[in-house]
């Protein structure tokens, strides 16, 4: 097997066994293919994080959470990681391969859906058809209450949003056709009124019986004529031959001591019966992967196309809005596919709009289109609890998403500064941001026209064994700092990195165990301000998400602790009425949080605050719902911070401050704005944004003030 097919004009190459040795106990078996790309720029990984994959798999078998597992993640055309590990029947000792067959159970209601999306482009549905157009059965359904209810719609079924029953219930006999187990449902009443509510259920099988009508074919001849012959998914199938019942994977269930596993009888995966639209297939990872990089590019593979890109968009476009749907929060319904809309939990490293579905046996298939990842697991287990919310599935995509490096470009690339060898680059047009993630996740630069507005020190540099890594430039965070606990983890610790666009990169930090979360840093080179045109100068979108990792609520607030340059002059609006006498709070020794403060280098003046050098004690709170500071720099340079501000939320940073300045020794300056209390509960997410910008201001010559009307203005047209 060094050479095989992938797709039209794609080549598949093995490029060896990798760490063999170290699996031998296990009987593993692990393959990784890269393989040439064929569009663009190249999609880079970093080899050492793919290898992590079968690394926590191993882990999952030792543990005796799986036998083994077949891994696989794929771009639009090529395969990036495949991976086996474990065994496949643990009684014969048969290792898992990479070309097991797996029952890939609900992973079948996606592409069943496709079959239907494919009949509807060509006009032979509609997906607002009323399903008794075209199976009698439905017509005049009542809910169980005997309410008369609205037509079932083709839309209703593919979204579980029908009410229907899960089952035809009895009275079928043996292996019933597809038509028979369709006019049963439909004359089952209602669970809820259609369109009300989610509840899976047996729509998908309708859809498959719909495919049959429309088609004039059975329903497994058209999966197999329309979409497995022409994909080469040759492993794909609802009934096996002998020769591929030899490479099924044994399903298994938790056994009677901690750690074993107890095989689950199945029927005879050769026998010929009625194929399952709702979860009745038998199929690989390659083969699924070719399916799902069908549906990343729009629909067709090479020369091969199923769908338009407008039909695959509305398939895959959220049709449940307002309603909650799915095994795991934060989802929403297309036709036929989850779709993740609010990130979080097992989804929380996902990009919003990433689309698949999960299997009752443990298999999971997942895209991502805004990286263009594809991440398929085969597993075979029951008894483990909820599988689209099990550890295997998020250690799974946490290795293969933080593997991912992105595609470079000329204005978003990776570079060496500073002696940190994997910073990123974003460039656009006089702006340059360098984000670094070797010591904690972080702003290295932020310049225009060559001026870094950042202080860097010297001493800043990769850590060194023995030595703390310096506490400079842009600095992100989480509080309130009196009550969360220490984590150099996340502060100080090795991140990973991704370029996630042309302007953007996406850091992840390591999961801390002391505080109980993951944090991730979007970072996007805008062009120009907010709402503004292209020609005015680019900004710098700064978001921080807070991920509850943990299995406790968790209460924290994001704190933005960038480290500018030194000797300028901080200006603080006024808007709103001040909590404190002072309008700001200065930290005094032992803890005191002064309001009443006075301090030589602090003046109020035309409705701000401006800090003129450090103060008496050198850090200072405020209560300023304006949204935005700003600081003048020697070198005659303006940098901006505008941020979100919440007057009718809690601020659980120290006397509930929204802005924090800090003087330390040297020459610079910390600017922090401060976030609302965020009640996260386990696996929940909740994100932060700074928007950075610079431009061009004349500091105040000795014995001048500073044009503070022509700083308003500035701001204003930066920001607005």
């Known amino acids: 097997m060094s050479e095989a097919k992938w797709g039209e004009g794609v080549k598949l190459l093995l490029i060896g066994r990798v760490n063999m040795s170290r699996f031998m106990g296990l009987g593993v078996v692990v393959l990784v293919w890269l393989v ?23 882990q999952f078998v030792k543990e005796g ?77 009542k809910t169980k209450d005997g309410t008369a209810a609205r037509p079932v719609t083709i839309k209703d079924i593919v979204t579980h949003t029908a009410g229907l029953a899960t089952s035809p219930g009895g009275g079928l006999g043996n ?17 809820f009124a259609p369109g009300s509510k989610w509840q899976y259920s047996s729509g998908i099988t309708i859809a498959g019986r719909l495919v049959e009508i429309a088609s004039g074919e059975s329903y497994a001849d058209y999966l197999k004529r329309h979409i497995f012959d022409p994909l080469g998914m040759k492993d794909s199938t609802f009934q096996m031959t002998a020769e591929q019942a030899k490479r099924l994977a044994v399903t298994y269930k938790p056994g009677k001591e901690k750690g074993l596993l107890e095989a689950v009888s199945i029927p005879d995966p050769t026998a010929a019966r009625t194929p399952g639209p709702s979860g009745g297939l038998f199929s690989t990872a390659a083969d699924m992967a070719k399916f799902y990089q069908c549906i990343l590019n729009g629909g067709s593979l090479g020369n091969v196309r199923l769908l338009s890109a407008k039909s695959t968009a509305e398939m895959l476009s959220i049709h449940t809005p307002g309603i909650v749907t799915g095994f795991t929060p934060g989802n929403g319904w297309g036709l036929g596919w989850c779709v993740v809309e609010k990130p979080q939990g097992v989804t929380r490293l996902l990009s919003p709009g990433t689309f698949g579905h999960g299997g009752a046996w443990g298999t999971q298939g997942w895209t991502d289109p805004q990286r263009g990842l594809i991440f398929v697991l085969m597993i075979q287990r029951q008894g483990f609890g909820n599988s689209d919310a099990s550890d295997v599935r998020d250690g799974f995509t946490e290795a293969a998403v933080v593997a991912h490096r992105g595609s470079e470009s000329a204005t978003a690339k990776f570079v060496e ?40 020190d010297e001493q800043d540099g990769p850590k060194q064994v023995g030595k703390p890594g310096a506490v400079t430039a842009g600095r992100f965070d ?29 850091l992840i930090s390591q999961r801390d165990e002391n505080s109980g979360v993951q944090l991730m840093r979007d970072f996007e080179l805008k062009a120009g301000s907010a ?40 200006i603080i609006p006024l808007e709103g009425k001040s909590r404190f006498p002072s309008k700001y709070a200065l930290y005094e020794d032992g803890g005191i949080i002064n309001v009443k403060a006075k301090d030589d280098n602090i003046r109020e003046r035309d409705g701000v605050l401006e800090i003129l050098g450090p103060p008496r004690k050198p850090k200072l709170g405020f209560d300023s ?39 330390p020794p040297g020459s610079r300056v910390e600017l922090e704005p401060i976030g609302p209390r965020e009640r996260l509960e386990p696996g929940q997410a909740a994100s932060f944004t700074e928007e950075w910008y610079l431009q061009s201001f004349p500091f105040p010559k000795a014995g001048e003030q500073m044009d503070l009307k022509k700083l308003r203005g500035e701001v204003e047209r930066l920001t607005k």
Request: hydrophobic residues 40%.
């Open 36 to 58: 040439g790309v064929s569009f663009g720029e190249e999609v880079k990984f970093e080899e050492g994080r793919l290898s992590e994959i079968p690394r926590r798999m191993e």
């Open 65 to 141: 959470q799986i036998s083994g597992a077949v891994t696989l993640v794929a771009t639009k055309d090529r395969v990036v990681h495949l991976a086996a590990v474990g065994k496949a029947d643990l009684a014969s000792g048969r290792g898992m391969e990479p070309d097991s067959i797996f029952r890939v159970a609900s992973m079948t209601k996606p592409i069943t859906s496709t079959a239907l999306m494919m009949l509807i482009e060509q006009g032979k549905l509609n997906v607002d058809d009323p399903v008794a157009k075209y199976i009698p059965a439905f017509a005049g359904q």
């Open 175 to 191: 292996d019933p056709s597809l038509a028979q187990i369709a006019d049963a449902i439909g004359k089952l009443p209602l669970e």
């Open 417 to 456: 500064y500073h002696g940190y060898k994997q910073a990123v680059e974003l460039k656009r047009g006089n702006v340059r941001a360098v984000l670094c993630p070797e010591v904690g996740g972080r702003p290295l630069e932020f310049s225009i026209d060559g001026k870094n507005s950042l202080f860097l």
């Open 478 to 506: 989480f509080g309130p700092e009196m009550t969360t606990p220490a984590h150099p983890k996340l502060f100080a610790g090795e991140w990973t990195v991704e370029i996630a666009g042309p302007y953007s990169t996406r």
């Open 531 to 570: 709402g503004a045109s292209p020609s005015q100068t680019p900004w710098l979108s700064c978001r921080q998400t807070i991920i509850n990792v943990s299995s406790e609520v968790k209460e924290y607030c994001h704190w933005g602790r960038s480290f500018a340059l030194g000797n300028g002059i901080c």
């Open 625 to 663: 719902y304006a949204g935005w500071l700003a600081y003048v720099m020697p070198g005659d340079l303006l940098f901006v911070k505008r941020f979100a501000t919440y007057p009718d939320r809690v601020y659980n940073e120290a006397a509930g401050l929204t802005i924090s300045v800090w003087y």
